[in-house]
T-cell receptor, first 110, second 115 residues
Framework: TQLLEQSPQFLSIQEGENLTVYCNSS?????LQWYRQEPGEGPVLLVTVVTGGEVKKLKRLTFQFGDARKDSSLHITAAQPGDTGLYLCAGPNTGNQFYFGTGTSLTVIP | KAGVTQTPRYLIKTRGQQVTLSCSPISGHRSVSWYQQTPGQGLQFLFEYFSETQRNKGNFPGRFSGRQFSNSRSEMNVSTLELGDSALYLC??????????????FGPGTRLTVL
């Protein structure tokens, strides 16, 4: 059983469309992180959300942390081919141990 | 500042063999975590080393072990390899504090194939 469930698992959209990826858990997390991983590379941290209800923007990417700190979402506006990759959410346990979500594989078609 | 390096990048072994993977963290970082990534299970935490001591351990069998040297470089070892050990093994480096939102810097991974 995965502690963090992401949906959808796969997403294929046309360039210019908007999309939202969800990360849900039945557990409360003190923070959640979002990563993007490209083929042949390790994940790269995009953002950390810490406060319930927090919204953070990174250019065309908007991240939200749920009020109860059990869920998060990533919204991409006007997707571009460079956004293609595997999007992962992660929540901390103790120390530097992180639980990772099941992942959302995004393909943006030019 | 150089990033996290992992060697080798690719490895092919046969069942029953053992393998050692290496990770060099970012200079000044004292914490190294190891993860296994497979299509079916996703990214799963193996263990974390901080100042040469194992600080956290995931739910993997004892065939998976690791160590950290005084220069913070880390190795992980898998003995008696099984087909299911085929995976991308990722190493992550952090500065080592216990804040809940440390930034992890990942290496490119070692792709292990067990035949």
């Amino acid at each position: 059983t995965q502690l963090l469930e992401q949906s959808p698992q796969f997403l294929s959209i046309q360039e210019g469309e908007n999309l939202t990826v969800y990360c849900n858990s039945s557990s409360v997390f003190s923070s959640l992180q979002w990563y993007r991983q490209e083929p042949g590379e390790g994940p790269v941290l995009l953002v950390t959300v810490v406060t319930g209800g927090e919204v953070k923007k990174l250019k065309r990417l908007t991240f939200q942390f749920g009020d109860a700190r059990k869920d998060s979402s990533l919204h991409i506006t006007a997707a571009q081919p460079g956004d293609t990759g595997l999007y992962l959410c992660a929540g901390p346990n103790t120390g530097n141990q992180f639980y990772f979500g099941t992942g959302t594989s995004l393909t943006v078609i030019p | 500042k150089a990033g996290v390096t992992q060697t080798p990048r690719y490895l092919i072994k046969t069942r029953g063999q053992q393998v050692t993977l290496s990770c060099s963290p970012i200079s000044g970082h004292r914490s190294v975590s190891w993860y296994q990534q497979t299509p079916g299970q996703g990214l799963q935490f193996l263990f974390e080393y901080f100042s040469e001591t194992q600080r956290n351990k995931g739910n993997f069998p004892g065939r998976f072990s690791g160590r950290q040297f005084s220069n913070s470089r880390s190795e992980m070892n898998v003995s008696t390899l099984e087909l299911g050990d085929s995976a991308l093994y990722l190493c992550a480096s952090t500065s080592g504090g216990t804040r809940t939102y440390n930034e992890q810097f990942f290496g490119p991974g070692t792709r292990l194939t067990v035949l």
